[in-house]
């Protein structure tokens, strides 16, 4: 029979499907590979052009390039500050994990309230008072309320300095963080309402004060003393704080049995390590973005950053390991964040060798530290804060004075830089342990500090707040008085520094 098909008849789609077949499927996975390499050096010729009209602009008309710099500046500075309140996220998970459960709901309450504290408390008077007159060597004044031109907190107009919005966020953002540091030393047992009062007073004078003495024209700036990015201003400044109010509060119930201290192991160690992974992702935005500018320092001081924390981990592991027959978990946590505060004065200054070294002797620190202000002073800091932020603060501090490459001691700088260094400590030191000693008896004497010993046995989430962050699961007795982890830890040192 002879076929009357036409061809008409023959569908549109024939001749596609007659080439599909010629082509194996890795032919036909190129076709979209194509079209992208193609899209790609588009973009590349694009970027080119653009790149060479920026090399034009910057020798035509230097105000266009100035504009873009500082915009720049103030994109990277205002990333940064996200990354630093982002910090307050693994401040909470950390404490929180390495605490009991039965006050998780109260430690997670004062660490959200303490950045809304300090955010309002510094936007009234503390930016004030820590960047407000610059030419007063002792205390700033001037634009509260945030009501200021730039140059009323020593800043140059825009684009030529950072706008004051984002010079504001970025230095609240610190100052949240000195106040996040007492958390965790009083955590367990202090009362909510005296936690509000005494970090409202912190971050809206005490901290001020003293970064305006380094920060802002003050006296120890005048003097040589330098602290890039907080070892001091914002660490040992916390440390202090935490130190005070731990040793005026107390240790908790059943702490110490005969002298002898009592592990109270923590409920999660997962959500712990994950905070501290977010904190040590914060902290490039803590060290770099304290340069203030987008230029090649930023890289650089971020590659010193990450050195010292890898070296405080290894060392505070193996430390710990040799010194208690097991590798605790705690104790890298610890180690981490040791050599994260221990660089954070110098990380600017001092070389990659250096670094390392700075981060090792952290982590070598915090280990023993932990174990002398637990045992030996008996201090009782659930988290180790004052370990990590004020011991490794002073620390780090120091170490500017050796391993700086300009004025350290061990670059053939002489004494001066660590004269300095020294000075600033103490005085510092002796001011916000003062002021903090103050207010803490303050306190204690007029609206007590401590809760009561049923809330304390019960939890601070009930007695504190009316709600549990585990209801409805089984809970264990964890031998203290009161619901919490059955995990056995039979280390008296650990526990975390935040």
Not at 144 to 167: I, K, M, Q, R
Not at 465 to 480: I, L, P, Q, S, V
Request: aromatic residues 10%; hydrophobic residues 50%; glycine residues 14%.
């Amino acid at each position: 029979m002879v076929s009357t098909r036409t061809k008409k008849d023959v569908p549109v789609w024939q001749p596609l499907k007659t080439i599909a077949r010629s082509f194996s499927p890795y032919w036909i996975a190129c076709i979209p590979l194509a079209a992208i390499i193609t899209i790609v050096w588009n973009k590349a010729v694009v970027a080119e052009s653009v790149e060479i009209n920026v090399l034009e602009v910057t020798t035509e008309n230097a105000d266009a390039v100035l504009q873009l710099q500082g915009t720049l500046d103030a994109i990277w500075v205002l990333i940064a500050a996200i990354l630093v309140i982002f910090m307050n996220a693994g401040f909470g998970m950390l404490e929180t994990g390495f605490c009991r459960h039965k006050n998780a709901v109260n430690i997670l309450s004062k660490n959200l309230i303490v950045f809304a504290l300090a955010t309002l408390a510094y936007w009234a008077i503390g930016y004030s008072l820590m960047f407000g007159g610059p030419e007063n060597p002792i205390i700033g004044s001037g634009g509260w309320f945030l009501s200021g031109e730039p140059a009323t907190y020593g800043l140059d107009p825009f684009p030529a300095g950072l706008p004051v919005s984002v010079a504001f966020l970025f230095q609240a953002a610190f100052a949240g963080t000195a106040a996040t540091i007492v958390s965790g030393a009083v955590a367990e047992r202090i009362k909510f309402n005296d936690f509000i009062v005494f970090s409202l007073l912190l971050v809206g004078i005490s901290y001020p004060i003293t970064g305006h003495w380094v920060w802002s024209g003050g006296w120890l700036g005048s003097l040589g003393f330098s602290d890039f990015a907080g070892s001091t201003v914002v660490h040992s400044v916390g440390g202090w704080a935490a130190l005070m109010g731990a040793a005026i509060l107390g240790p908790r119930m059943n702490k110490y049995i005969d002298g002898r201290p009592q592990a109270i192991p923590g409920h999660n160690m997962s959500i712990a390590t994950l905070g501290c992974l977010i904190l040590w992702i914060g902290w490039f935005g803590f060290n770099p973005g304290s340069q203030l500018a987008a230029d090649e320092a930023v890289p650089y001081i971020a590659v010193t950053t990450n050195l010292a924390a890898a070296a405080g981990g290894v060392a505070a592991t193996f430390v710990a390991w040799v010194k208690d027959g097991k590798p605790d978990l705690s104790m890298i946590i610890n180690g981490i964040l040791a050599g994260l505060v221990g660089i954070t004065a110098g990380c600017d200054g001092v070389s990659y060798w250096g670094a390392v070294i700075i981060g090792a002797v952290a982590g070598v620190i915090v280990v023993y530290s932990v174990s002398i202000i637990d045992s030996v002073l008996k201090i009782d800091d659930p988290v180790g804060a004052i370990s990590v932020h004020l011991v490794n603060g002073i620390w780090g501090t120091l170490a500017v004075g050796l391993f700086n490459t300009e004025s350290g001691l061990f670059y053939g700088g002489g004494f001066a830089q660590l004269g300095s260094q020294i000075v600033g400590i103490v005085a510092i030191g002796a001011f916000t342990a003062i002021f903090s000693g103050i207010v803490w008896t303050a306190l204690k004497a007029t609206m007590g500090i401590r809760v009561s010993a049923e809330e304390e046995l019960e939890g601070l989430d009930i007695g504190e707040h009316g709600m549990e962050a585990y209801a409805g699961f089984a809970k264990e007795t964890d031998g203290f008085g009161g619901s919490g982890s059955s995990t056995v830890n039979e280390d008296v040192t650990t526990g975390a520094g935040i």
